[in-house]
């Protein structure tokens, strides 16, 4: 880790099955404030033991500073480093021997936005995408060119209609361009809820999980 690169070869915790015997793996990104315990408490609830589990954790327990809709040059080097973070524990599960299709990325609020950018950024064909209140990275009017297919990748994008960090027109922005990258996505937006994840999309991450195996 160094100040150009604060969260590259910082802490990625398991747990979970080991890679060498899982069916699947997936890899979790904590929130701002949150860190690689907490968020490894989502395997405990989407309950599939014979997934490996993998949590990366922030340099100062946030991926970059500012509001996710800020210009990107102003969450640098954050962003980029994340990006980075991640793409190495992707493929040191591949280096395991999970193929990519057995590989499911998610994530809860700045570590959902961080693994949609990533899966935009690195397109390819995942077991899925799991994102808890997020979207894409960048201010409106961001170009979203990304090249590459994502060839049926099943994406689930959950998040309140009134999210106080999350606008739904950025969720549904994210919805229409995974789609268009050849996603299939599945988009649920919650009347009135808070900042969270309900029975419902914990639900979907199971099957969408179990579909995996």
Not at 85 to 109: K, M, N, Q
Not at 134 to 150: E, N, Q
Not at 157 to 184: N, W, Y
Request: glycine share 16%.
């Amino acid at each position: 880790m160094t100040p150009a690169d604060p969260h590259r070869g910082g802490p990625v915790l398991a747990a979970g099955q080991p890679l060498d015997q899982a069916a699947g793996a997936l890899i979790l990104v904590h929130g701002r404030g949150d860190s690689a315990v907490g968020i490894l408490g989502l395997a405990e609830v989407l309950h599939q033991p014979d997934f490996a589990y993998l949590a990366p954790q922030a340099a100062g327990g946030t991926w970059y500073p500012y509001s996710f809709l800020a210009p990107i040059t102003d969450n640098e080097p954050g962003i980029s480093s994340g990006i980075a973070t991640l793409g190495d524990v992707v493929e040191s599960v591949a280096a395991a021997g999970l193929p990519y299709e057995r590989i499911v990325i998610g994530g809860f609020s700045q570590g959902a936005c961080l693994v949609c950018e990533f899966v935009a950024r690195h397109p390819g064909r995942y077991g899925g995408l799991l994102a808890f209140s997020g979207g894409l990275i960048g201010p409106d009017g961001t170009p979203r060119d990304y090249a590459g297919d994502l060839e049926g990748t099943p994406v689930f994008l959950g998040c309140s209609d009134v999210d106080f960090h999350i606008p739904k027109q950025r969720v549904e922005l994210t919805s229409q361009v995974l789609e268009g990258m050849g996603a299939e996505v599945t988009l649920r937006l919650y009347p009135g809820m808070g900042h969270t994840i309900n029975q419902e999309e914990i639900d979907f991450g199971r099957t969408l999980l179990a579909a995996v195996t």
